[in-house]
Each structure stands twice: as C-alpha cells, then as structure tokens.
C-alpha cells in the first residue's frame, strides 16, 4: 500500500481558511522537510501535530477545521509547530442567542432494500445478539451473580447453542446512596433499561438482596415486578428458604435455565436496516481522527439514517464546544432547546465540581496532536455525519425515535457505552487513533483506527483502517462504505469484532450524578 511506503513529506489541511494542517507522516518529520507547497519545517513536527501554513501573529486566531481553536501566545513563524504551549484557550461558546434550527438539512434519498438478520423481540425491537441477560439490584450481590454465571456458561449454556452468550448487569449502585436525590433517577433507569436491552430479548431476570434500598418493584417498575415473581424471574437472596451459598447459586441458575430454553428457541431472521440503533464513541482520538476515522463513521452515519436506522452520537464535553453548529443542524427548534437542555445541565453539574474545560483532553490526546477541547470537539461531531439532528435523549433514556439522535452522556468511555447500550443500543462503532481494547458484553463493537500504523500495529484488535484517508489510499465515501457494510455483516451474525473474539468486555459503568451516603 501506498500508506506503508510514504517517504514523501505530507500534511492534511480540513479547511481552505485553516492557518495549521497536521503531519501524515508516521513517525514525523524532521526540521528542513520540504512538502510538495513549498512549506519547508523550520523545526522537526511529531505525526499528527499542527504545522503552521503562514505566519500567526500574536494574538492572532489558530484555524482549524475553519474555526478559531485558539489564539497564539507569540508570533508562530511559516513551518513552526503549532502545540498546546503556544495557544490560548478561547472562551466558551454562550448558550443563549444560539441558532436553532437555522440550517437543518434536507432529508437524503432514502436507502431502500437493507437489511440485516437479527432476533425479534416481543415489543418490537431487534436484537444483534442472543444473550441471556441477569441483572443486579445492588452490589451486595454481585460476586454471588458473578459466582452463578460462570457456572452457567460451563454447565448449561453448551446445551443451548442459539444462545450467544450470559452476562451479569452488576454495578456499585443500590444501597448506601441518596436514592431520592435529584439525579438518583440517572442511575436508576440506567439499570432498568439495560435490563431491556434488545440485544437481551427484552426480559429481564432480576437478582435482589432484599434489604436495599434500590427494590426491584423501584427498579424494574411497578407493571412488571408481578409477572417477574409469577414467572419466577426474581431471585432474593434474603428470602427464608434460601439455607446456604448452595441454595441461592441453584435458585440463580434455575431461573436462567428457564430463559436459556426460551432464548434457545429463537432464530435470526430478515429485518430491515431500520431496526438498527448504533451508537458512535470516540476514544483516544488523535489529531487524525477528525480528518479519517469520524469522517468516515459520519458517512456511514448518513447511510443509516437513510435506511431509516437510529443512530446515536453522544459526549455532551466533546461536543460543547461545537454547540452553535449543532443547534443549527436540529430538525426543529424544539429539538434544538432539548439539546440546549441536557448541555446546559451539563454546564452546572460540572460547575458545582468546581471543573472546568481543561480537564479535556486526556494527555494521551495532546500526545496524539490535539492541543485544546475546541480542536477535540470540531472533531468529535465529524461522526455524527451531516443529517439533521431529529430527537434529544437524556442520559439512561431509551431512544424511541429515528434518524440522528444526540443521546446526552459524558466522554468517559465506559459511562458512555454504557448509557448508550440503556439507551437500547444493539451495535456500536468505536474510532480510536491512540489505541484502546474498549468492548462491551452486550453488543458487538466494530473499532475503527484513525491511523494505519495503529491499524497495522494493532491488526488484531482494529476492525477498520480509516487511516488510508489520509495517506491517499482511499477515500472518506470507500471507508465509511466499508463500515456501513461491516455493521450489517456483524449485526447478522456473519463476521465477528476483533473485541468480541477476545472476549474484550469492559464493565458497565454507571453516571450517577447523586450523592452517596
């Protein structure tokens, strides 16, 4: 390939205003390395750093992606290195006054005649896996949860072989908390609606201590705890005739072998690309990774919402900075305030933290080019493609509508898959350009490299090389293609993630905003 041959000096410039570009070139370049423009290096540039395109005045604007991602602290010479040291951090952008609705796109051609092969739910929704699912009230019982689950994947679950897999929802949530706190109920419907995930067949089993303060009526709901005691999905681990250990491990894996026989009867069948809800996660991102990898996860974003998919991005930090672009981009108004909503709630949760926008990036993100959360941003929301924002969820809200969906999360990896999968997400895509094992239990995750050296490095764990973007090698129409195809091929069961082959599943990790007693 042409990418694993580059010799010749080569940068990357989004925008024709940008004063920066970044070096393609693994490994960087030296001082005195002459590009094809003319631009000669007056000092050596790590890979994917910013150089400067022009002479930067003092106090003069740092262009990137056509925006301003901050201000020169001194003059920055034609050929200098443009990093973090030498820029001032611009000033958020407010909330008021901001467009709504100003610029939402026309919708695309629809995408007929897509499909994929998954399991179908009683309630409709659609499953990409075929897993039995026991979730957890409290965390008192998790290592007893754990204990039966790796006994049921020894002993039962080789007799029922359409079942993909068992899991335990555990957590740290459930008692010892101030359960009716404002924010409590982020947590509380987290679970709920994991517990309804479609990738779990949209029954949930329930395991209780019995003196938490998170009940099962409380988690589950009212309606359904009655059919869970009639059909004896609900173990209580407190309960009298539970004598020993031994009693309650059998009692667990007596009700999982009565779900295994109704999950094993199930097959996959022909649903259309419309019953896919894909969440889109960034992680260890790069400079490269809002010039290939989320470029490229933004097209085939575009495609599945022209299948008539959900598709959900997310990382209320990763995208505030880039507010105004996305207020516009709402289908409506309304839908932009619900998105000036959940931000602004956002705004004053971390105020009252006492945090502010420094805290992102990480400093493997610095390492990796990116000098300030304007720049992170910008290209953080290259994901989310170019279709119009058509609905705003909360964090541990179930998606109910379709199209482009901003699902409000935190940047944190872990929160962040988590929350998507209670938003009953059922496949995930991960752009990384650092470099990260990230996989979750609950639904494949299809990893996305924004380098080729990281794709070559790593070949066994990157599903996708966008770094050939950058090299020339392929375009940013061929790699989301390519993804878009691999979505549906994994979701049918016919390919599998690198991360999914290792068994790379990440605990899940709830947001829990309340205060803990």
Sequence with gaps: MRGNMLREPLYVQVHPQDNVAIIVNEGGLPRGAAFASGLVLTEAIPEAHKVALADIAQDAPVIRYGVEIGYA?????????????????PSPPALDHLPLATSSPLPMP???GRTF???????????????????????????????????IKAELLPLYPNVDDVIAITHSYGCGVAIDAPGAEIPIRTLRNLSLNPN????????????????????????????????????RLQDDHHRSFGDMVAAIMEM??????????????????????????????????????????GYAADLLVRAGATVMFSEVTEVRDAIAILTARCATPDVA???????SWYDDYLLRGSVDRTANPTPGNKQGGLANIVEKAMGSIAKSGASAISSVTGPGERVTQKGLIFAATPAS?????????????????????????????????IKVASRSSLAQRWSDLIDVDAGRI???????????????????????????TCADHWGLHNEFVLFNPAPVT
């Excluded at 779900?259 to 690309?273: C, E, G, K, M, S």
């Excluded at 305030?337 to 931000?343: A, F, G, N, T």
């Excluded at 962040?416 to 996989?439: E, K, W």
């Design 200 to 235: 779990l067949g949209g029954a949930p089993l329930v395991v209780s201590l019995g003196c938490e303060k998170l009940q099962p009526v409380r988690l589950i709901g009212a309606d359904a705890l009655p059919v869970l005691q009639q059909e004896n999905y609900l173990v």
């Design 337 to 343: 305030r619900d998105l000036l909503r959940e931000i």
């Design 110 to 112: 629809p995408l007929e």
């Design 470 to 496: 950058a090299t020339g090698d392929a375009t940013i129409e061929d790699v989301g293609q390519q993804i878009f195809d691999l979505i549906l091929d994994v979701a049918s069961g016919r390919k599998q």
């Design 256 to 297: 999982a072998e009565r779900r295994l026989v109704q999950l094993n009867a199930r097959q996959r069948v022909t649903r259309p690309a419309s019953d896919l809800v894909v969440g889109l996660q960034c992680g260890g991102s790069d400079a490269f990774s809002g010039v290939t990898a989320n470029p490229a996860v």
């Design 73 to 89: 602290t001194q003059p920055i010479p034609r050929g200098a290195w443009v990093h973090e040291g030498l820029m001032s951090l």
């Design 413 to 445: 990896d872990f929160i962040c898959g988590t929350l998507q999968l209670a938003a009953s997400m059922n496949m995930h895509v991960f752009t990384t350009g650092r470099g990260t094992p990230y996989g979750l239990a609950m639904a494949p995750v």
């Design 117 to 151: 092969q998954g399991f179908l739910n009683p309630d409709g929704s659609v499953g990409t896996k075929n897993i039995l699912g026991i979730t957890t009230t409290v965390q008192c019982v998790a290592a007893t949860v754990d204990f039966a689950v790796r006994r």
